[in-house]
Each structure stands twice: as structure tokens, then as C-alpha cells.
């Protein structure tokens, strides 16, 4: 609450005491939160397992319930501490243990450190044996296994992870075969296309470990003389082609015969894959998977496969956990949760790194979690889509609006509707930024209907975007019945021409920044979403930031035709700030719809006009730009819908959150940093003005002058401008 600066003495001594992120107030007002919460969940849960015995239910994990709303501070601690109980219940440790090593032997090996076995062969050998588990298979690192046929482990309690020196590469595990020199031979056409001769399929070739730099797949001898760092197998012929990656630096003055041998230097490296089934797969409850790399598993030409290269095959009530691991050049998917003609499923994958699949006319997905009767419970935790959509034939990979860029990023989906997840979480979701990139932040889908966000079984929190949209899907903004937090979207292109998302959306959108660029795009509406007739969408925008910029003719709108088909939806406490040539407008409901405290720059008058407590900036703001203590930006008094409370921004917890946009500016009327503010931060401020000291340079103008004086003292007399 504020204060009056002509409150009584009690009050300016006594101060308003707000929690700080480094202030003790906090801390305890954390505390006394969280103590509340598991409380009142305790009692819930109480009564949830006596009323389910009574009447014979099956029970779902307190997990699932016993959470915080996903808008308190006391959210991300409860989810890391639901991170180490997951990792807890799956450890790495086993009673038994055997060690693998390329220096190792099957015939005279015992699994011991000193006397490893050596191949996967052997790995599938001994899991078939240790049917009850409690077994781990460790790879030394460093080593790279190269064999046709992956593991699966069906028992509990099995671990398969890597050892040895830390500071070596993990243990890599990959059917791509070494083809070296022998076979090939020059062609007239180029000194770096070559051939050799080959009947049987490939599947893929790579010449390096760059995931911006992957070979194309090319249909004819043409479209490959035109496409440097290209592959094309000639069937008919019985011939595999490759136009090498051209060596940069070549002097104009070197021969031919000179090129070919550097060529041939590169042609060293190339490396062939044939079709294959999955890679790495633990399915048992209590198992783990950790530090592995799979590269090349389940690429088979034309097929949407299911053989992916690291699973979580995981089922009902069953954990698994999948920590640092990662998986390139895949099937239409790269690391997943599958449960495939099943239900459930708890699966846990922390710092996972993926990318690179091959086409599905479905589109790509590069972590994915699919339950085909739902009910799964899947977290994918700091994890990166480090490359999307592999460049071939089947897409317009060199024509598409961002080059090369294709696929969802992170994907959870079940057989339908009536067969929602339990709950999904993409937290701290990240995406490279290369030429073949992903196209499509994450997405979930067939969640159950619900009207309240802390009910929401679907989130996706401190997800960071840059770059798209390519080809392929629209971007879900506001996810059926999900809530998308505090995430970074940054160089948002609408490529589509319409809209980023074509059907009705149902979600949140809390604490996001998104820049769109519409600057290079031909006159034409654009949207983030478009309401359907009959179908309206009902996204809920709270303190976040637009900041749009536009070419000549071109208007940008939140939904994309009539405004009644986004109907209810809300917008609060959000900075909408449009540059360029074109228009702008919120588009948003018409007299029932909840647009309040909202700032505006370069946004139509129509769009203020509806917003009875707006914020008119004389300024055009950028993304991250900082906030001054004078900002128009900081204070907004509307309240979010439903009396929801936001309690941090994208910095942590908040002291008030009355701001507009997705970040608070610094508490400068708590000018000592006590945690309090109080009497004591205006003597400071006075002290520090009299002396001229820059801390007192309040609006940060350079100098210390009277508008210093005038600002601090609103801020600090009235706290947000009641």
C-alpha cells in the first residue's frame, strides 16, 4: 500500500514494509507464503485421498495438485524442489555396474573400470540378463560407438550414463559410418562434387559436426551442382553424390588439380547413415539416462518415424529421468517422452540439448512428449532446440521468408481431446539461432478446459525465442488452456501472411516480451491470433510488451477481423509500442472485454480511447530498454482479471506490481535499500541532494537538479501514484 506524504508520523517511522529480493521482509514473507500454501494443499490433499478410498478412485500424484500458482514467487521454488525430488527418485548409483570402453573387450572384459567391455552388443546382452535392474551401464568419455543397433532397457531402476574425465567430449553413440577415400571419384562438372558408387539407401550424409552447417538432401544431379554442401543418391545409377563445403580463402591463381586436393581433404570426413531404429531407451520406473549423445538414429527416407534417438519410454505412474543428454540428426522427432498406444508416464529431462530431423509432412518436432490415452506428467527443464528441420527436397528450405528455418521447437500432445495430459512444463525452454533454426517456439495441445490460470495443466515458463517465422506451422501465442511466462520472443516475422496463429486461442500470455517486425512485408492485415466465428479466443494479456514495427500499408492487430470474435479475452498492464510506416491497432472485444492499464505508443486513437486508465507515451520504446524511476512506464492501477496477483517479473519476485510491461524498474524510493521504506530514505536522499552526489540524480538526467527533488519525493510520498 502507499502512503500519503501527509500521512501521520506513526505511519512514515513504522514505513510500509515490502519484500525485497535480497531483503530479509521477503524472505520471510516467502516463508510464511509457502508455509500457508502447503497447508491449505495439505488439507485438500487430505480429503482428496479419503474421498478417492471411499468411493474406490485412483489416485493421481500429489505432484500433480499440490502446486503454487504459477503467478507467486513461491512457484520456482516449489518446481526446483519438485526437480530434485524427480531426480532423486531415479539415482545414478546401482548395486551393480559395468564399464564400457572403446579400449575394452567383450571376450576378455568383466565391466570392471580396469577391464571394461567394449560395445553396445554386449550392453544389450547383459540388460536382457538383469531383468529386475538395479544394473547402471557406464561409457568411458571421449569414445564414440559406432553401431547399427541402439539399447533399449525395460527394466527398473537401470542407469546408462558416461565416466571418466569431465573435461572430455560425452560418449557418442551414432550409426553413421566412416566411408573414407576409397570409392570415390571426381566429376567434370566441379572439383568439389564427387561420387562413388553405392546401391543400397542412405539415408544421410555429413561431413561435419557444425548443426549450422548440415548437408542438404538434393533430388538431382542438377539442384546439386547448384547447392555447395549438398548430398544426392542416385539410385538408378547406383551412385551417392557429394558437392563438398568449398574451402573459403582459395586464391583465385589455384589450379584445379590444386582444389581436388583439398577437396579431397574434406572428403575424409564424409560419413554415410542407412536406416536404423532408435537409439537410447529406458522405459523402467526409476530410470536414468545421462551425458549420452546420439546422432543419427531413426532416419528412414520418407517415413514419419517413431525411432527416436534418446527415449523416455515411460508409462503410467513410471519415472524416468533424462539429464544433459542429446540427440541430432533424428526421425521427425529428436529426444521424446513417447507412450505409444498407452497412458501416463512421468518423465523428466533436464539441460537436454536436440536438433536436426528429417521432414514429416506433419511437421518436425524436436522435443517431443506424446501419451496416445494421456494422463502423462512431463517437465522438459533448461533444455535447447539447438537446430530445427534438416534442409532437403521435401521443403522450400532456400525460398522461405527467414532461410532454412522449420519445426516446433518443444511439443506435447495426446491422442485427442478426451485424453488430456496430466500436466506439461517447457520451463526455460532455449533455441539456437542458426541459418536452420526452428521456425516455432513451444506448443501444447488437448489440454482440459480450464478458467482459471492456476488451474492450467500446461506451462511454459522463461521460454526465449529470436528469429521466425519460417515455414511450416503457425506460433500458438496463447496455447489452448495453457499459460506462457515470462518468455522472450524476440524478431518475430509473421511469414504466414495472416497471422501468427490461423484458429481460436484459449491461454495466458503473462510477463512476455515480443518484438514483431512487419517491416519488410507487403501491405496486408497481420495478427497474433484470429477468433473464430462461434469459436472466439480468449487470451488473456497481462504485463507484458509489444513492440511492433511496420511497413507502408501494412496494419497489425492482436486478433485479426471482427474484434467480437476475441470476445472476453483481456489486456492489462502491457506496453504496446508500434514504429514504422503502417498502423496498429488492438482489435480486442468490444464493450465487455478487459482492456485497462495499458501504455501506448504509435498505437491508433481507437485503441486508448477504449482503455479508461491508459498511458500515452511520448516516446517509442525499445525491448529491454531500461526503466527510469520517472518513467511513464512505472505505475499502471489497473487490476488483473479474476484478482489475480503477479508476484515477479522477469528479474524475480517484485516489491509492487503496478507496472506496466514485462519488467519492474528498481525501488528507488528506497533510496538506504533497507527492505523498507520509510523516513529514513528521504533524510538520505535530502543528505545526498544537499551534497550533489550522483545517487541522487533520481531521473537520471546527468545532473543533480530540482526535477531530481520532485520526482524522488512523488515517488517516495505517494508509492505508485494512488
Same mark, same amino acid.
Given at each position: 500500500?502507499?502512503?500519503?506524504?501527509?500521512?501521520?508520523?506513526?505511519?512514515?517511522?513504522?514505513?510500509?514494509?515490502?519484500?525485497?529480493?535480497?531483503?530479509?521482509?521477503?524472505?520471510?514473507?516467502?516463508?510464511?507464503?509457502?508455509?500457508?500454501?502447503?497447508?491449505?494443499?495439505?488439507?485438500?490433499?487430505?480429503?482428496?485421498?479419503?474421498?478417492?478410498?471411499?468411493?474406490?478412485?485412483?489416485?493421481?500424484?500429489?505432484?500433480?495438485?499440490?502446486?503454487?500458482?504459477?503467478?507467486?514467487?513461491?512457484?520456482?521454488?516449489?518446481?526446483?524442489?519438485?526437480?530434485?525430488?524427480?531426480? /532423486?527418485?531415479?539415482?545414478?548409483?546401482?548395486?551393480?555396474?559395468?564399464?564400457?570402453?572403446?579400449?575394452?573387450?567383450?571376450?576378455?572384459?568383466?565391466?570392471?573400470?580396469?577391464?571394461?567391455?567394449?560395445?553396445? /552388443?554386449?550392453?544389450?546382452?547383459?540388460?536382457?540378463?538383469?531383468?529386475?535392474?538395479?544394473?547402471?551401464?557406464?561409457?568411458?568419455?571421449?569414445?564414440?560407438?559406432?553401431?547399427? *543397433?541402439?539399447?533399449?532397457?525395460?527394466?527398473?531402476?537401470?542407469?546408462?550414463?558416461?565416466?571418466?574425465?569431465?573435461?572430455?567430449?560425452?560418449?557418442?553413440?551414432?550409426?553413421?559410418?566412416?566411408?573414407?577415400?576409397?570409392?570415390?571419384?571426381?566429376?567434370?562438372?566441379?572439383?568439389?562434387?564427387?561420387?562413388?558408387?553405392?546401391? @543400397?539407401?542412405?539415408?544421410?550424409?555429413?561431413?561435419?559436426?557444425?548443426?549450422?552447417?548440415?548437408?542438404?538432401? @538434393?533430388?538431382?544431379?542438377?539442384?546439386?551442382?547448384?547447392?555447395?554442401?549438398?548430398?544426392?543418391?542416385?539410385?538408378?545409377?547406383?551412385?551417392?553424390?557429394?558437392?563438398?563445403?568449398?574451402?573459403?580463402?582459395?586464391?583465385?591463381?589455384?589450379?584445379?588439380?590444386?582444389?581436388?586436393?583439398?577437396?579431397?581433404?574434406?572428403?575424409?570426413?564424409?560419413?554415410?547413415?542407412?536406416?536404423?531404429?532408435?537409439?537410447?531407451?529406458?522405459?523402467?520406473?526409476?530410470?536414468?539416462? @545421462?551425458?549420452?549423445?546420439?546422432?543419427?538414429?531413426?532416419?528412414?527416407?520418407?517415413?514419419?518415424?517413431?525411432?527416436?534417438?534418446?527415449?523416455?519410454?515411460?508409462?503410467?505412474?513410471?519415472?524416468?529421468?533424462?539429464?544433459?543428454?542429446?540427440?541430432?540428426?533424428?526421425?521427425?522427432?529428436?529426444?521424446?517422452?513417447?507412450?505409444?498406444? +498407452?497412458?501416463?508416464?512421468?518423465?523428466?529431462?533436464?539441460?537436454?540439448?536436440?536438433?536436426?530431423?528429417?521432414?514429416?509432412?506433419?511437421?518436425?518436432?524436436?522435443?517431443?512428449?506424446?501419451?496416445?490415452?494421456?494422463?502423462?506428467?512431463?517437465?522438459?527443464?533448461?533444455?535447447?532446440?539447438?537446430?530445427?528441420?534438416?534442409?532437403?527436397?521435401?521443403?522450400?528450405?532456400?525460398?522461405?521468408?527467414?532461410?532454412?528455418?522449420?519445426?516446433?521447437?518443444?511439443?506435447?500432445?495426446?491422442?485427442?481431446?478426451?485424453?488430456?495430459?496430466?500436466?506439461?512444463?517447457? =520451463?526455460?525452454?532455449?533455441?539456437?539461432?542458426?541459418?536452420?533454426?526452428?521456425?516455432?517456439?513451444?506448443?501444447?495441445?488437448?489440454?482440459?478446459?480450464?478458467?482459471?490460470?492456476?488451474?492450467?495443466?500446461?506451462?511454459?515458463?522463461?521460454?526465449?525465442?529470436?528469429?521466425?517465422?519460417?515455414?511450416?506451422?503457425?506460433?500458438?501465442?496463447?496455447?489452448?488452456?495453457?499459460?506462457?511466462?515470462?518468455?522472450?520472443?524476440?524478431?518475430?516475422?509473421? +511469414?504466414?501472411?495472416?497471422?501468427?496463429?490461423?484458429?481460436?486461442?484459449?491461454?495466458? *500470455?503473462?510477463?512476455?516480451?515480443?518484438?514483431?517486425?512487419?517491416?519488410?512485408?507487403?501491405?496486408?492485415?497481420?495478427? &497474433?491470433?484470429?477468433?473464430?466465428?462461434?469459436?472466439?479466443?480468449?487470451?488473456?494479456?497481462?504485463?507484458?510488451?509489444?513492440?511492433?514495427?511496420?511497413?507502408?500499408? =501494412?496494419?497489425?492487430?492482436?486478433?485479426?477481423?471482427?474484434?467480437?470474435?476475441?470476445?472476453?479475452?483481456? &489486456?492489462?498492464?502491457? &506496453?504496446?509500442?508500434?514504429?514504422?510506416?503502417?498502423?496498429?491497432?488492438?482489435?480486442?472485444?468490444?464493450?465487455?472485454?478487459?482492456?485497462?492499464?495499458?501504455?501506448?505508443?504509435?498505437?491508433?486513437?481507437?485503441?486508448?480511447?477504449?482503455?479508461?486508465?491508459?498511458?500515452?507515451?511520448?516516446?517509442?520504446?525499445? +525491448?529491454?530498454?531500461?526503466?527510469?524511476?520517472?518513467?511513464?512506464? =512505472?505505475?499502471?492501477?489497473?487490476?488483473?482479471?479474476?484478482?489475480?496477483?503477479?508476484?515477479?517479473?522477469?528479474?524475480?519476485?517484485?516489491?509492487?506490481?503496478?507496472?506496466?510491461?514485462?519488467?519492474?524498474? +528498481?525501488?528507488?524510493?528506497?533510496?538506504?535499500?533497507?527492505?523498507?521504506?520509510?523516513?529514513?530514505?528521504?533524510?538520505?536522499?535530502?543528505?545526498?541532494?544537499?551534497?550533489?552526489?550522483?545517487?541522487?540524480?533520481?531521473?537520471?538526467?546527468?545532473? =543533480?537538479?530540482?526535477?531530481?527533488?520532485?520526482?524522488?519525493?512523488?515517488?517516495?510520498?505517494?508509492?505508485?501514484?494512488?
Amino acid at each position: 500500500m502507499s502512503i500519503s506524504f501527509v500521512g501521520s508520523f506513526t505511519g512514515l517511522f513504522a514505513g510500509r514494509s515490502r519484500s525485497r529480493r535480497a531483503g530479509e521482509s521477503h524472505e520471510r514473507s516467502l516463508a510464511r507464503r509457502t508455509g500457508d500454501e502447503r497447508l491449505r494443499s495439505g488439507c485438500w490433499v487430505a480429503w482428496r485421498v479419503l474421498a478417492a478410498m471411499a468411493l474406490g478412485f485412483a489416485l493421481t500424484p500429489l505432484s500433480a495438485w499440490a502446486s503454487p500458482s504459477p503467478l507467486s514467487a513461491s512457484w520456482r521454488p516449489w518446481f526446483e524442489a519438485l526437480i530434485a525430488e524427480r531426480l /532423486a527418485a531415479c539415482p545414478r548409483e546401482r548395486t551393480t555396474t559395468f564399464h564400457f570402453s572403446q579400449s575394452g573387450s567383450d571376450t576378455t572384459g568383466d565391466g570392471t573400470i580396469e577391464r571394461p567391455f567394449r560395445s553396445l /552388443a554386449q550392453a544389450r546382452e547383459l540388460a536382457s540378463v538383469y531383468v529386475d535392474g538395479d544394473v547402471a551401464f557406464l561409457f568411458k568419455r571421449g569414445d564414440v560407438w559406432r553401431e547399427t *543397433i541402439g539399447i533399449w532397457t525395460r527394466a527398473p531402476n537401470v542407469t546408462i550414463a558416461d565416466y571418466g574425465d569431465a573435461t572430455l567430449p560425452k560418449p557418442v553413440f551414432t550409426p553413421f559410418q566412416q566411408v573414407g577415400l576409397e570409392g570415390w571419384q571426381p566429376t567434370l562438372e566441379n572439383p568439389f562434387i564427387w561420387w562413388r558408387r553405392e546401391t @543400397e539407401l542412405v539415408t544421410w550424409v555429413r561431413v561435419s559436426d557444425d548443426l549450422n552447417a548440415p548437408m542438404s538432401r @538434393e533430388n538431382t544431379l542438377e539442384s546439386l551442382i547448384r547447392t555447395e554442401n549438398s548430398w544426392q543418391l542416385d539410385r538408378v545409377r547406383g551412385r551417392l553424390y557429394v558437392h563438398l563445403p568449398h574451402v573459403r580463402g582459395v586464391r583465385e591463381e589455384t589450379t584445379e588439380q590444386e582444389a581436388r586436393l583439398r577437396a579431397r581433404s574434406i572428403l575424409e570426413r564424409v560419413e554415410i547413415v542407412r536406416p536404423t531404429g532408435a537409439g537410447i531407451i529406458a522405459s523402467g520406473d526409476g530410470s536414468r539416462l @545421462e551425458n549420452l549423445v546420439a546422432i543419427g538414429w531413426g532416419m528412414q527416407q520418407n517415413v514419419p518415424s517413431q525411432e527416436h534417438g534418446i527415449e523416455a519410454r515411460c508409462v503410467d505412474n513410471d519415472r524416468v529421468v533424462v539429464i544433459g543428454c542429446e540427440s541430432y540428426y533424428g526421425s521427425s522427432h529428436a529426444l521424446v517422452h513417447l507412450a505409444a498406444g +498407452a497412458r501416463g508416464g512421468v518423465a523428466t529431462f533436464v539441460d537436454c540439448k536436440a536438433g536436426l530431423t528429417m521432414y514429416n509432412v506433419a511437421n518436425e518436432t524436436i522435443f517431443n512428449s506424446f501419451s496416445l490415452f494421456g494422463d502423462q506428467d512431463v517437465i522438459f527443464y533448461g533444455c535447447e532446440a539447438v537446430a530445427g528441420t534438416l534442409p532437403s527436397v521435401e521443403w522450400n528450405w532456400r525460398q522461405s521468408s527467414v532461410f532454412g528455418r522449420r519445426g516446433k521447437g518443444f511439443f506435447a500432445h495426446t491422442g485427442g481431446d478426451d485424453a488430456p495430459p496430466r500436466r506439461v512444463m517447457f =520451463v526455460d525452454s532455449r533455441f539456437g539461432t542458426g541459418p536452420f533454426a526452428c521456425s516455432t517456439p513451444s506448443h501444447i495441445e488437448d489440454l482440459p478446459r480450464v478458467d482459471r490460470i492456476e488451474d492450467a495443466r500446461g506451462l511454459i515458463v522463461g521460454e526465449w525465442f529470436v528469429g521466425g517465422l519460417g515455414v511450416g506451422t503457425n506460433f500458438p501465442v496463447a496455447p489452448r488452456d495453457a499459460a506462457r511466462i515470462n518468455g522472450r520472443y524476440l524478431n518475430m516475422t509473421l +511469414a504466414r501472411g495472416t497471422s501468427l496463429a490461423s484458429w481460436d486461442q484459449r491461454g495466458w *500470455i503473462v510477463n512476455c516480451v515480443f518484438e514483431i517486425d512487419l517491416a519488410n512485408q507487403n501491405p496486408a492485415p497481420f495478427s &497474433l491470433f484470429n477468433g473464430l466465428p462461434g469459436n472466439t479466443s480468449l487470451v488473456n494479456i497481462w504485463h507484458s510488451a509489444f513492440h511492433v514495427r511496420t511497413a507502408p500499408g =501494412v496494419l497489425f492487430r492482436f486478433d485479426y477481423d471482427e474484434p467480437a470474435q476475441s470476445e472476453g479475452s483481456s &489486456l492489462v498492464n502491457t &506496453l504496446l509500442s508500434h514504429t514504422g510506416q503502417g498502423s496498429a491497432s488492438v482489435n480486442l472485444g468490444t464493450a465487455t472485454t478487459r482492456v485497462r492499464g495499458n501504455a501506448y505508443f504509435g498505437f491508433d486513437a481507437g485503441s486508448s480511447a477504449a482503455d479508461p486508465r491508459a498511458v500515452l507515451l511520448n516516446t517509442a520504446r525499445g +525491448a529491454g530498454a531500461p526503466i527510469g524511476c520517472t518513467d511513464q512506464l =512505472v505505475c499502471a492501477a489497473a487490476e488483473i482479471p479474476g484478482g489475480a496477483v503477479l508476484e515477479f517479473d522477469q528479474q524475480g519476485p517484485v516489491v509492487e506490481r503496478r507496472t506496466i510491461g514485462a519488467r519492474e524498474p +528498481a525501488p528507488c524510493d528506497d533510496f538506504d535499500s533497507s527492505g523498507v521504506v520509510d523516513l529514513f530514505d528521504y533524510l538520505g536522499f535530502v543528505a545526498a541532494f544537499a551534497a550533489d552526489e550522483p545517487a541522487a540524480d533520481f531521473d537520471g538526467g546527468g545532473t =543533480v537538479d530540482f526535477f531530481d527533488y520532485l520526482g524522488f519525493i512523488q515517488r517516495w510520498g505517494s508509492g505508485c501514484g494512488e
